[in-house]
């Protein structure tokens, strides 16, 4: 059964600690990214992978930080760092930046 | 800001009736694509158009691209509760190797 899978569904931290959002997919897919959403607001590009063991940043990435050294894990790390961490976190595959994106369920993360 | 934008904000419809969404960009693309969000959900993609088309249909969905006018349109036929969601525009933008998403159309069905 072919998919991108998110952990946890929710998660919930202290203010200054580091929280790491899981993301794989069996999709073989080259690319994944991850967005951050916030209530009633479009996806924010974070960081974003075209192939293993590279990564680059998008419009949002200070405070978080990712690495990709298996084609199918692509792990965030929301730092301390991060002034406003509480969102709604999206993680997404594609074969390709040309191509669709497949999206996994999302990781719901409150830092109080 | 490259965001596109999508009109209207909020939608609310009976049953039944068709649904448009439009959304507009700035600059020049690859391709448009069109996600459908259910709260609290992750993404579905829809449709894909590529610069060089102009319209796409997937079953009761329609997709243009009006690369003059930078806009494109997303009409839902015969809508059902179902398709109650917030739906997203995504531009593939030339030059880049992001895509853009917009900040979406809530749709609401009324029954």
């Known amino acids: 059964d072919g998919g991108i899978t998110q952990s946890p569904k929710y998660l919930f931290r202290k203010e200054g600690q580091n929280v790491t959002l899981s993301c794989e997919q069996n999709?073989?897919?080259?690319?994944m990214y991850w967005y951050r959403q916030d209530p009633g607001q479009g996806l924010r590009l974070i960081y974003y992978?075209?192939?293993?063991?590279?990564?680059q940043k998008g419009d949002i990435a200070e405070g978080y930080s990712v690495s990709r050294e298996k084609k199918e894990s692509f792990p965030l790390t929301v730092t301390s760092a991060q002034k406003n961490p509480t969102a709604f976190y999206l993680c997404?595959?594609?074969?390709?930046?040309?191509?669709?994106?497949?999206f996994g369920p999302g990781t719901r993360l409150t830092v109080t | 800001s490259q965001q596109g934008e999508e009109d209207p904000q909020a939608l609310s419809i009976q049953e039944g009736e068709n649904a448009t969404m439009n959304c507009s960009y700035k600059?020049?693309?690859?391709?448009l694509q069109w996600y459908r969000q259910n709260s609290g959900r992750g993404l579905v993609h829809l449709i894909l158009?590529?610069?060089?088309?102009r319209e796409k249909h997937s079953g009761r969905l329609r997709v243009t691209l009006d690369t003059s006018k930078k806009s494109s349109s997303l009409l839902i036929t015969a809508s059902r509760a179902a398709d109650t969601a917030s739906y997203f525009c995504?531009?593939?933008?030339?030059?880049?190797?992001?895509?853009?998403f917009g900040k979406g159309t809530r749709l609401h069905i009324l029954p």
């Open positions: 158009i590529r610069s060089n088309e």
């Open positions: 997404a595959s594609g074969a390709g930046t040309v191509y669709e994106q497949y």
């Open positions: 600059t020049s693309i690859n391709n």
């Open positions: 999709l073989n897919h080259d690319a």
């Open positions: 995504a531009r593939k933008v030339n030059r880049d190797d992001k895509i853009i």
């Open positions: 992978s075209q192939i293993v063991n590279d990564f």
